[in-house]
């Protein structure tokens, strides 16, 4: 990463420096003193990633992935400048006044980028038909939240506090955290009351992300915050919170993915045993698709794509990730990728808006038309608190 960064910045001060308006504001020693001790703070940001909760560590984080997103979006204002030129080789007059243009354009996107990320997620409504659903579980609600970041650029308590409200606000039978939750920088004391406060009729589900991967030597922060939550962790197993629903998780597939075969065989395990009735997937990165859908499972809910968070980025990530977000159909199962709850890396969002999904699942087929039966079935099985059993 330092070593694209710094390509990056060399190209975005190199153009700079030719702009006339900089000549006449700037001299050149100036803008090579401001461009390395921005680049000194990013190297720094990355040579003290992870090490601890101090100010300055936090602070260098904060600047110096602030910088990542200033210096892409810099980068491209002035390539479609050079793009529009030919890199310099046609509009030689207005060439200037081109690079100035996409400078411009840079500057106001960082800025536009910096509005977007303080907004609110947005809601996404999601309803989809499930044929093992039974009937007293027709409409039934799951509010899903992925990628907090918690311990990311600014992302603290207060603005997991805001998103938290923001999920019950919306009376969910069942709310699950789908990956990246915690950095490991973050206090699991300060962190644990905040997330006490999620709860739902049917309970509180969570897997891991790469992000929260425990690795050896290093504290399992996720797992230490969830379970002082009281959130159940499906680490590679599955849970039945009410009869009829299944509910299956798998610990992230792009840490499993460096031991060939280890993602399936854990996929198999979440799996393995599951009573009859929908089944719901967990798992983080969408991958293994084709085999969730053969194994059975109706919906598969993730997150770890972000949809690239910053334009035009997002066009990128859809190389590696074809399926990067919104709903999905694969091999009779639906699949949604939300585009993520918070930020990882810079704190800035261009037109790529943060999500929390609300999902609604339905009953294939006639529905029943005592809309009565259905509304009293719903709260008999929203009330079944701490009605659950567990296999792996």
Request: hydrophobic fraction near 45%; aromatic fraction near 6%.
């Amino acid at each position: 990463m330092i070593t694209v960064v710094t390509v990056l910045q060399l190209y975005v001060f190199n153009r700079l420096g030719a702009l006339t308006v900089r000549k006449r504001h700037l001299n050149r020693a100036g803008l090579i003193a401001v461009g390395l001790a921005c680049w000194i703070v990013f190297v720094l940001s990355r040579v003290y990633r992870g090490q601890g909760a101090g100010i300055v560590s936090n602070a260098l984080q904060v600047v110096g992935m602030q910088w990542v997103g200033c210096v892409f979006l810099a980068a491209v204002g002035f390539f479609i400048a050079d793009l529009v030129s030919g890199f310099g080789l046609l509009f030689r007059r207005s060439l200037n006044r081109l690079r100035l243009v996409g400078a411009v354009f840079g500057v106001m996107s960082i800025i536009l980028g910096h509005v977007q990320a303080l907004r609110p997620p947005v809601v996404e409504t999601y309803e989809v038909a499930v044929d093992a659903l039974p009937d007293t579980l027709d409409g039934l609600t799951i509010a899903a939240l992925a990628d907090l970041h918690i311990g990311e650029a600014l992302l603290g308590p207060g603005w997991l506090s805001a998103r938290i409200d923001q999920a019950m606000d919306l009376r969910p039978d069942v709310i699950v955290l789908a990956g990246d939750l915690f950095e490991r920088r973050v206090d699991p004391l300060e962190m644990v009351p905040v997330m006490q406060r999620l709860s739902a009729p049917l309970g509180v589900w969570a897997v891991r992300g790469n992000h929260d991967a425990v690795r050896s030597n290093r504290r399992d922060v996720t797992g230490e915050i969830l379970a002082g939550a009281g959130i159940r962790l499906l680490a590679n197993e599955w849970a039945q919170p009410v009869d009829g629903l299944v509910l299956a998780g798998v610990d992230d597939l792009t840490v499993a993915r460096r031991r060939p075969g280890e993602g399936e065989a854990n996929l198999d395990r979440a799996l393995r045993g599951r009573p009859e009735g929908a089944t719901i997937l967990l798992s983080h990165t969408p991958w293994l698709t084709g085999r969730a859908a053969k194994a059975g499972v109706d919906l598969m809910l993730s997150g770890h794509t972000h949809n690239g968070q910053i334009w035009p980025f997002k066009h990128l990530v859809r190389v590696l990730y074809p399926l990067v977000e919104g709903m999905y159909e694969r091999g009779g199962m639906n699949l949604i990728v939300s585009r993520g709850t918070g930020t990882w890396g810079p704190r800035l969002r261009l037109w790529v808006p943060g999500e929390i999904s609300l999902v609604i699942l339905r009953q294939k087929g006639p529905r029943n038309a005592d809309a009565s039966a259905c509304n009293q079935a719903a709260t008999a099985y929203s009330l079944k608190n701490g009605h659950s059993t567990a296999g792996s």
